[in-house]
Structure formats: structure tokens, C-alpha cells
């Protein structure tokens, strides 16, 4: 395959990815608020996808693409939101896809992901602290009394229940871009296992638990 054909095709790739993370973002825009205005969003799981595949710097080129589209066509928080949506989903996926790119494991994925969890809550509580108080125009003594007991449970949930999907979908995804030929063929030249039922077990657990934790969260 010549470099252009490369270049096509990863092209290609990035912007249905982008496209599949708008509509991931669209599917879970109607669930339930936490303290009426912390949202789930589905679309890491998708962004963090394409970090696997194809790196950093289209990771990232989709997170702003579809901060952007998404202000402009169902956000009613304007440049604020586009602003943490970038935070939140770029600290998610940075080290993740770094991790994952620098030795392709199962291992380096969930590690990559764990740590990509760690980074994102820790930014959403440096951040919320920041400007959650402009956004919803109350003291920033208010907004300091909820990072603990609601910023930083949220965005830990948040970021377990993207990690586990991430981790349950991410070899049937690739499989399928490949079948598609959107995906060069795997480096090792074979399919590896298609089935790893400890990483199976372990990511619908903390997924099971984190859909409950934030179900209750939301009520």
C-alpha cells in the first residue's frame, strides 16, 4: 500500500470515528443529570478508540472536533462547556493512548485507561473549582464544598465506566475496521486470542458497578 493510500484511509478512519463519537455523545445527551448539570458521555469510549489505533494527535483532533460540532448544535453551555468537554475527554485519552501505543497489551490498554481516569478526575476537580462558579453563578465556597463529595465520585464513575466499555469493545471494533479495511492487518501478522475471560470479567464488573453507582448518584 503506498503512503497516500495510507494517508486516505487513516484519514477516512478519523473522520467516521469522529462521526460515531458525536452520535455516541447524541445516544447518552437524555440521561439523568448529576446535581442537575454533570453528564455521562459516551463519547470517550469511542475517542479513546480511535487513541489506540491511531494515536495521540488524531485522538485529539477528533475530542476538538466534536466539542466543536456539539456546542454549536445541542449545548447550551457555549464556550465553557466546548472548553471542559476538551479537558475532560483529552485527559481521558492522552495517557491512554500514549501507553497503549508505546507497547500494544492488553496490560498497557487497562493501565493506560486506569491512569487516563486518574488524570481526567484530578483535571475536572482543578477545573470545576475554576469555573463551575461563572457557570452557574455562585460563590466558589459553594462550588469547593461539592468537589469531594459529588466532582470527584462523578468523574471517577465517569471515567471506571468508559475504561470498562472501552475495554470490552475495543478488539470486536477493531476486528470489524479491519474486515472493513479501514485497518491495515494486526503487525503480528495473526489474530491473537479473540477471548480473554479475565479482562472480560473484570471490565463488566466495573462496569456493572459503575452504572449503578451513578444511577444512584442521579436520583
Partial sequence: MTEANRSTRKLTLTAMLAAMAYVAMLITRPLPHVAGFLSYDLKDVVVAIAGFQLGVAPALIITLVVSLIE????????????????????????????????????????LGLAMGTLLMTALMLAWNYIITPLYMNVPRSVVAGMLIPTFLPFNLVKGGLNAGITMLIYKPVTDALRRAGLLAPSASGHKGRAFNLPVTAASIFVVITCVAVLVLMSR
Avoid at 89 to 97: E, H, N
Fill in 71 to 110: 456546542m454549536v448544535t445541542v449545548s447550551t453551555t457555549g464556550p465553557i462547556g466546548l472548553l471542559m468537554n476538551v479537558l475532560s475527554t483529552g485527559a481521558f485519552v492522552l495517557p491512554a493512548a500514549i501507553i497503549y501505543n508505546r507497547n500494544r497489551t492488553l496490560k498497557s490498554a487497562a
